[in-house]
């Protein structure tokens, strides 16, 4: 055909077309993502980024190995000669010249920690130093100085907005602190819920078998020994979810060996989360309260099931018992914190839960009285923040 070298032509020319147009746009948008668009927006990211990987290094608390390497990105944030951050008794990081200035700076910032207010005062005959308390609730427990040629309204106002956000850092690391120290009163007062009388009441039963059946007293006294090793560890604050039924399996054997066929068990446990991480005695506790409020209190025999199930991002266990119940009212009370004595277990594992996982993660409690009582719990189980 004549008009063939045309048609073709014309199609090339299209094609080249259509691929310039694709370049450009893909040009344009890659663009778009190595821009932040106008110097303001521009400006902020790299404030907030400064400001963000400074945070990350203040978080464990006023140190002086996170305090160096935070000087780097505050004294960015500042665009001063140098930056120094002090603690209330040594400089904790300087960061910037003049460092035959940092001999000195305690003396200079001796006013700024003993009345915590702003300061500006002659460091050399070249620079100044703007001296700004850190306070962390109503002490002030350190200073940020920052040094330059010339101190204007300006650079004494961002010191000490900086020096407030450096205190917040410090404030959320004596939080995170404070929130260790929690999770430890608990799992002390868990340890502490092990009750004597079940303590007391398993060398009993150990004891009734060493003239009738030796074997099976050595066997009662290794599983106490195992038990009584896992329940009073000392280390961490997690462990796996198959550590844990590992001591409820022994605890359970123990009772039975003092409770006989009274207490029967039933488990149904998925294989894939046995290695999912949870806050240790965080299930013993539930089966204690099933054996010792449930089922002891009931006449004839009590059965006690404990689930494990994958819920898609989530491992969900489930801990039943067929006793006598709780009454809901008096439950609410003890999970409030308003009610002392039995099921005191409950309310610290709850509590322990929530502040972990969150309050979606606390425990849901079934019960009604004579109508058993059924606990569930839901962890993620994914944890990269928790080690067992």
Not at 112 to 130: I, K, M, Y
Not at 226 to 249: C, K, V
Not at 357 to 364: F, I, P, Q, S
Request: charged residues 20%; proline residues 4%; hydrophobic residues 45%.
């Amino acid at each position: 055909m004549p008009d063939s070298p045309l048609v073709t032509a014309a199609a090339i020319a299209v094609i080249v077309l259509a691929v310039a147009i694709v370049v450009g746009v893909g040009l344009k948008v890659i663009r778009s993502f190595r821009e932040l668009g106008t110097d303001a927006e521009r400006a902020t990211y790299q404030t907030l980024h400064a400001a963000s990987r400074a945070g990350q290094h203040l978080r464990t608390g006023l140190h002086a190995a996170g305090a160096a390497k935070a000087s780097k990105q505050l004294r960015s944030l500042l665009g001063c000669d140098a930056l120094a951050i002090t603690d209330t008794e040594s400089v904790l990081a300087w960061d910037g010249a003049a460092e035959e200035l940092k001999a000195s700076l305690m003396e200079l910032a001796s006013g700024v920690l003993s009345d915590g207010r702003t300061v500006v005062v002659p460091a050399s005959h070249e620079l100044n130093a703007v001296v700004a308390p850190i306070r962390a609730g109503n002490r002030v427990v350190g200073a940020v100085a920052a040094f330059a040629p010339q101190t204007g309204a300006g650079l004494v106002r961002a010191t000490s907005e900086l020096a407030d956000w450096v205190a917040v850092q410090v404030e959320l690391a004596e939080l995170d602190a404070s929130r260790t120290l929690l999770m430890e009163a608990e799992v002390r007062a868990l340890r502490a819920q092990i009750s004597p009388h079940f303590i007391y009441n398993s060398l009993n039963a150990i004891a009734s078998f060493i003239n009738t059946d030796p074997a099976r007293a050595r066997e009662l006294v290794v599983e106490f020994a195992d038990f009584t090793r896992y329940s009073f560890r000392r280390h961490g604050d997690f462990t796996t979810l198959a550590e844990e039924l590992r001591s409820i399996d022994r605890y359970l054997l123990l009772e039975k060996a003092r409770f006989g066929d009274r207490v029967q068990v039933s488990l149904r446990i998925a294989p894939e989360v046995l290695s999912t991480v949870i806050p240790f005695l965080s299930l013993q506790p539930l089966v204690e309260n099933a054996v010792r409020h449930g089922l002891e209190a009931k006449e004839g025999p009590g059965h006690i099931t404990i689930c494990a199930n994958d819920s898609g991002a989530f491992a969900e266990v489930t801990i039943e018992d067929d006793g006598v119940g709780i009454d809901p009212e008096h439950l609410r009370s003890v999970l409030a914190g308003h009610s002392d004595g039995e099921h005191v277990g409950l309310r610290n594992v709850d509590a322990r839960l929530r502040q972990v996982y969150g309050d979606e993660h606390g425990l849901v409690i079934e019960t009604a009285p004579g109508e058993g009582t059924l606990i569930t719990i839901r962890v993620p189980k994914s944890q990269p923040s928790h080690d067992a």
